[in-house]
DNA sequence: TAAATAAACGAAACCGGTTTCAAAATAGAT
DNA sequence: ATCTATTTTGAAACCGGTTTCGTTTATTTA
């Protein structure tokens, strides 16, 4: 568009309106010794009365730099999850003068083809990426990704590279401590509610959980073993096929949509938590505490945090090594003593 | 970094390889005509081998266009609104090349100085921006953004502007359909709780619950009506302040958010929706079919759809005409007759 | 077959910055 | 006052594309 006709204001300009050189505008933008401060001063007169700012995109060409980050999440986009991370990510790059590159599915018009990782990274020029929750094997290019020279961090994905590293929780942990928060109230016959296991943390989790249980002699019959999905509908199912056994647990490890889904499908059934049926939850979403259920607490800000300072680091070429995030159990409402 | 050692190949390698000049390999990649057949396949097909890409970068700064969209939300960053409406945006503007920026708040590092929203949309030259949610009074630039030159358009704000418009919900529609609905269930009694009348929609709502309710005789005292916050918590001191009155509603409208805190709240006190009370909400959230809420539904998907489309218009110097989106009612469970 | 017309191509300027390096200006030493 | 050392400065090349417009090549027409 013509912009109404107005075109914006170049360093030229600039240069021209304070009788130097681009060259020592530039220099001047970018704080550079060598500058006389008589000079400097004019320069930054100059352009505050024109309310100058650069071009972002002319300084990435010429700087193959463009101080923006790819921000890539599983499909199901925005989750609980995320929310809470994103805050995280958002303030340390931000702090930094990166802005977030949101990365939609589809390229320059022409064809309409969906790219992938990759060419979408090479396509703006990021210098960086962040990659939420994938799970492996759903992206194809993780190979190529390795081998590319992008820096990039995962979180809740263990994938390293020379330019690629990771950020996640200590979930073998979690498990310990919530099933031992159990045990210590008596609970012997415990069950599992978690998503599917090919993603990283409820891998773990799920390690960690039965390494407890059987450490401590506790039980766990098979069917009482849930790896699906990680949403509150998944609750109402949980509970549902609970409901139909003979034998039933006294209490449930379950991640924290899910638990809240159980919790619901109780209610609804006049069942309460904890009377009828104890839980303790992966996580400690927002919603968790509305519902005053114990958990065991992801430092998701921190997390969003972590990756993003790890990113940078990469970026400088500083240390890639990954970040494991301590958890710790919230104690809440949603547990009580076997009778 | 040195990317190690890898250059990315550009155009005029492909120029080169091709035996052509790098303005014929531009034209070839920008299908434009004039081109012979032959040539156009050769170049396509070393385009092809060499796995070449355009640099974006590049190409903005000589087109003067970024494909680059700024998303701009209202702090309340990520709710269960924008959720929905987010991948309406999403799948629009990314079908037609466009990349989503999602700001965060510093710039360049130097001084840490945050930055506003124009700045913002200027630094890194997008071609447009979609803000969300933002409330009338909260961002101070909003005048300068109207006599601005970039295109934008807002969600849930009436702003108007030669390169501003909007898109928002009939939301006085959406408050009669809710009182009408609770009026030919028999109610006469009802109250009403949403987020500040600040922000349009609300306000807009209100009047329509207002007008609705006199017109149709009905009565609402002044105690019955909530109007501060849009969330969950919000619903609960509803509901408490409700209890300790002596005059009570016999049903209620009520933003989802905070008609599913009422729910809540209802049953944790041993009562039920509709049994105690009957519930109309407006927004249509994701969770609120697991509350079996009827609720007046706002086409969120189709509004991000909406507001991309409006601001490829207005980008593509087309129509800026505002747009309202239809909403109707969704009966589920959480109203019934007066007894 | 020559002239007129149309189609295809490419040299060069441009977008707005950064960076290199030689030249100019200034300061310091003798 | 002259010469050297140190600061400052700016011309020009560069980043990787797009676009204009004149030139070359191919096709028609006479």
């Known amino acids: 568009m013509d912009k109404a006709g107005v075109r914006a204001i170049t360093i030229d300009d600039i240069a021209k309106k304070a009788n130097v050189s681009k060259a020592t505008v530039s220099k001047v933008i970018n704080s550079y010794s060598g500058i006389n401060e008589k000079t400097r001063q004019a320069v930054l007169k100059v352009m505050r009365e024109h309310n100058y700012w650069p071009n972002t995109t002319a300084r990435s060409l010429s700087m193959q730099r463009s101080y923006l980050v790819g921000l890539f999440m599983a499909s199901e986009l925005l989750d609980s999850f995320f929310r809470e991370v994103i805050p995280g990510i958002e303030a340390t790059l931000g702090s930094q003068g990166y802005d977030i590159l949101y990365f939609a599915d589809k390229r320059p018009g022409n064809t309409g083809v969906t790219f992938g990782y990759l060419e979408k990274c090479r396509d703006r020029r990021v210098d960086g990426a962040i990659l939420l929750s994938y799970i492996r094997g759903d992206i194809p290019e993780f190979e190529s990704l390795l081998a590319s020279d992008i820096p990039a961090v995962f979180i809740d994905m263990t994938l390293e590279g020379p330019y690629t590293s990771y950020v996640i929780s200590d979930n073998h942990k979690s498990a310990r401590l919530a099933v031992e928060c159990l045990h210590s109230l008596g609970h012997r016959e415990v069950g599992y509610a978690d998503g599917t296991s090919r993603s990283v943390p409820a891998e ?16 766990c019959r098979p069917e009482w073993i849930f790896q699906d999905s990680f949403d509150e509908e998944y609750g109402y199912h949980v509970i549902e096929n609970l409901e139909s056994m003979e034998q039933q647990p006294t209490a449930m490890v379950a991640q924290d949509n899910v638990a809240v889904g159980m919790i619901r499908a109780l209610w609804e059934r006049g069942k309460s938590v904890p009377g009828d049926l104890s839980i303790v939850g992966f996580d400690d979403l927002e919603i968790s505490r509305h519902y005053n259920l114990t958990t065991v607490k992801q ?8 990756a993003s300072e790890l990113l940078l680091n990469i970026i400088n070429h500083k240390s890639n090594k990954p970040i494991v995030m301590d958890t710790d159990l919230i104690i809440r409402g949603s547990c009580m003593s076997i009778k």
């Open 204 to 219: 773990r989790r799920f390690q960690g959980f039965m390494e407890t249980v059987n450490r401590l002699g506790m039980h």
């Open 299 to 306: 430092q998701k800000y921190e997390m969003g945090v972590a």
